[in-house]
Every structure is written in structure tokens, then in C-alpha cells.
């Protein structure tokens, strides 16, 4: 698996279905990659199991290893440049037959990590969902692109609520390719080719990816094809909110009460610069002069 990651030049990839036990990671310094991976038990039947493969040469740049939530979802957080963070979700999301118990807690706990993502982080989710998205664009459009493949299923339908929640876009679906670079997973009975692989993005860095595509000359030991997304990352710095400028209440100037009380307040507190008694109404012209006097003393 090293080896055909350095082969097709990844830097970080995501891994479903690992089965391994528990919580570990392992280095392979000639191929020049180390993986992470997140399990069950060792005394539990290992069948799920998620993991990251990192390229060597980037772990100084990680203050921290990727985080295992559970056998289906892992977290990895890279700082970048002007105090932005790249946030990466690797996942394995139940089968169409699993249990529709299983599927609810599987959303659930993958609700309550994208909710606790700083939302000024980039942010991207890779991996078997075992759901198909189909190419409906005209009801989701914003969710995938104009260049789905086949039909959407229930489990697609959970996926693409979830991303329509989150703003999130399918990279999959925004590029004209042919159907071969697209599927990843072939039906071992039918034997039709399907698209259950996917790299999620939010939808505002969707300019960030120029491509996503199956790898069909991958040989990984595995039924699915290696999904590769090349990604450009424009980071500009998270904007920050400043408090609004008090503005002076202009027009309540025009009533003369409030001229009145303006000016003798005026009076009271520069009575050097002021020796004009106050005047029962003020006109604007003679306000503004008042304003302009008193405005170049506290410069001085």
C-alpha cells in the first residue's frame, strides 16, 4: 500500500475498513509513509476500522497524531498559514444492509464532530460512505456538481441531507470526466461499477480541489479503486468582526431644545473658548461654527 501511494504521489490518504485492532500507528521508513488506524477491541470481530497514511516527511508540521473517535471516523488537524487549519475526517459509514440503528449512530456521532469544527477551518471528509449520490442536480444542486453517476439510494440520501446541512459539496460530482474515472466500487454480482468513495469539501473551498478521480491502475489489495484529490489551498486569514463605530445622533441637532441644552453643556465645559450666553434657539450655521472652534482647540 506504501509503495502505491508513493506511486501516485499522495501525501495524505484516508483508509476504511482497515480491521485492525484497537488504537496504534506503524511506520514504513523505506516506502516513506506512517499509518494511523482506529479499531475495535482486539476480542471484538474486526470488521470496520478506519486510519490515516501520512507521508513521513509532514509529521514535523502535525502538533498532533490523528485522533481515532471510533472504528468508523477519524480526526486529523493541520495547522497552515495565517491562523488558518486544515481539518481532515476520515470515514467508513455502515453498509445499504446494516441496521438502520447502526446508520443513525454512525450520523450522529459524525453530526457532532462537524459541529465541533472551528468553522474557520478548511475542512475535508474522505472515504467510504457506502452511499450513492446519484445525479440529481436540479434538487441538490449545490450538494454535487452537474456530473453524478446513476441513481441515489437511502444511504445517499442520508449523505446528501447532511452535506445540504453543512454546506458541503461533493468534489466527486464537479468534473466532466468519463464514468470510469468516477466509479470506485464494482457490484460483485452485477457487476456494474458504482461511486461510494468520496471527498467532501465545504462549498466555499470548493475552488480549492481541481480535481478528484479514481486511480484504476491502484493495486491495494482491495475491491475499491484509490481515490485521488489534488487540492490547492488559498488561504486568506479568518475574518474577524469589529465592533460597529458609535454615530452621533445628527438629527435630533435640529430641535431646539437640544440645541439649547448642547450648547450650554458646551459652555460649562470649555467656558474659556465659549463667551457667548446661550441662546434660546440656534441655528445650524452658527452650531457648526461653535463645533468647528471647539473641535481645533482639542486638537491643539
Known amino acids: 500500500m506504501a509503495s502505491e501511494l508513493r506511486r501516485y504521489n499522495i501525501d495524505i490518504a484516508a483508509l476504511s475498513e482497515t480491521r485492525l485492532p484497537d488504537e496504534g500507528?506503524?511506520?514504513?521508513?523505506?516506502q516513506?509513509?506512517?499509518?494511523?488506524?482506529k479499531g475495535l477491541p482486539s476480542g471484538s470481530p474486526?470488521?470496520?476500522?478506519?486510519?490515516?497514511?501520512?507521508?513521513?516527511?509532514?509529521l514535523h508540521l502535525l502538533p498532533e497524531t490523528p485522533v481515532g473517535i471510533n472504528e468508523r471516523l477519524m480526526s486529523l488537524r493541520i495547522?497552515?498559514?495565517?491562523?488558518r487549519y486544515l481539518t481532515i475526517l476520515s470515514v467508513y459509514a455502515p453498509t445499504l444492509v446494516s441496521d438502520?440503528?447502526?446508520k443513525d449512530c454512525f450520523y450522529d456521532v459524525l453530526y457532532k464532530t462537524l459541529q465541533a469544527v472551528p468553522r474557520h477551518d478548511k475542512l475535508m471528509i474522505i472515504g467510504d460512505f457506502n452511499a450513492r449520490v446519484g445525479s440529481d442536480y436540479t434538487t441538490w444542486g449545490g450538494v454535487i456538481g452537474k456530473h453524478g453517476v446513476g441513481n441515489v439510494n437511502s444511504n445517499g440520501l442520508r449523505l446528501l441531507t447532511l452535506c445540504s446541512e453543512f454546506d458541503l459539496v461533493i468534489t466527486n460530482t464537479l468534473f466532466q470526466q468519463r464514468d470510469q474515472l468516477k466509479t470506485t466500487w464494482m457490484h460483485p454480482r452485477s457487476k456494474h461499477w458504482?461511486?461510494?468513495?468520496?471527498?467532501?469539501v465545504r462549498r466555499s473551498d470548493s475552488t480549492d480541489v481541481t480535481l478528484t478521480r479514481a486511480m484504476r491502475g491502484a493495486e491495494c489489495w482491495t475491491d475499491h479503486r484509490l481515490l485521488r484529490s489534488t487540492i490547492v489551498l488559498h488561504i486568506r486569514p479568518p475574518a474577524?468582526?469589529?465592533r460597529p463605530v458609535p454615530r452621533l445622533n445628527t438629527k435630533?441637532?435640529?430641535r431646539a431644545e437640544i440645541q439649547l441644552a448642547l450648547q450650554t453643556r458646551l459652555a460649562e465645559e470649555f467656558p474659556e473658548e465659549i463667551t457667548d450666553p446661550p441662546a434660546a434657539v440656534v441655528d445650524t450655521a452658527s452650531l457648526s461654527a461653535e463645533w468647528e472652534k471647539i473641535s481645533s482647540c482639542l486638537m491643539k
Open 25 to 30: 500507528s506503524l511506520t514504513e521508513r523505506d
Open 32 to 37: 516513506g509513509y506512517t499509518f494511523f488506524w
Open 46 to 58: 474486526r470488521i470496520h476500522g478506519v486510519g490515516f497514511a501520512i507521508r513521513n516527511s509532514l
Open 79 to 83: 495547522p497552515l498559514s495565517k491562523g
Open 100 to 102: 438502520e440503528t447502526i
Open 194 to 200: 458504482h461511486l461510494l468513495d468520496y471527498v467532501l
Open 240 to 242: 474577524r468582526k469589529k
Open 252 to 254: 435630533s441637532c435640529k
